[in-house]
């Protein structure tokens, strides 16, 4: 048996420590050595992964966002309905960021504000995003002429989830709707959405 873990192990290991430690303490006041500690490995191994802790929040927000991502991707996948799937892809945004709220504000507001092209980790939503839409215009379902900017725009629009964008307060069925319709109407689509359960 091998007394020592895989490097895979090791660097996931100083992730996970990382979002714990940076969840607790905030990334400014967090130190390397409370990170290397809560993963139980030396600081000169940190050093093997990355470059600076300003290097481990990046590492971090790059996984943040590909596994925002990624359920939005598999949240819309198999719905046909062109209109649900822009439905959908609200419900799952909503979803994925209330999951981890904690972590996407201590992970994204300690650089301040950041639009999609200053942090590549967001461009990942943006390219599900036009995704969904290059791909209702393609079938005829959407009357789009840019996808791409299209979907910078819901991003954008998205961000209104934040409570305190809004003065606090988690969203209401009617504010959830309201995005949908944005959504909708952003494509071209004039049905409203369903309504939403209180």
């Keep these: 048996m091998p007394r020592t873990k895989p490097a895979e192990e090791r660097r996931a290991d100083l992730l996970a420590a990382a979002r714990q430690v940076f969840v607790a303490k905030g990334v400014t006041a967090a130190t390397l050595e409370e990170i290397t500690k809560a993963a139980g490995v030396s600081k000169g191994l940190f050093w093997q992964y990355f470059h600076s802790k300003d290097d481990l929040v990046f590492v971090l927000q790059q996984q943040y ?28 945004c909503l979803e994925q960021y209330q999951n981890e709220l904690d972590l996407h504000d201590v992970l994204f507001r300690h650089t301040g504000p950041q639009t999609p092209d200053q942090s590549p980790a967001h461009t990942a939503l943006v390219d599900v995003l036009a995704s969904i839409l290059s791909d209702g215009a393609a079938a005829g379902a959407y009357r789009i002429d840019n996808p ?46 369903a309504a939403v359960a209180e």
Aim: charged residues 20%.
């Design 65 to 92: 966002a590909h596994k925002f991502a990624d359920a939005v991707r598999a949240a819309t996948q198999s719905v046909t309905d062109w209109g649900v799937k822009l439905d959908t892809c609200v419900e799952a």
């Design 148 to 193: 791409e900017m299209t979907a910078y725009l819901l991003y954008g629009a998205m961000h209104a989830f934040d409570p305190t964008f809004r003065g606090g307060g988690e969203l209401s069925a009617a504010e959830v709707r309201v995005t949908q319709q944005l959504f909708r109407r952003a494509a071209g689509i004039t049905e409203p959405p």
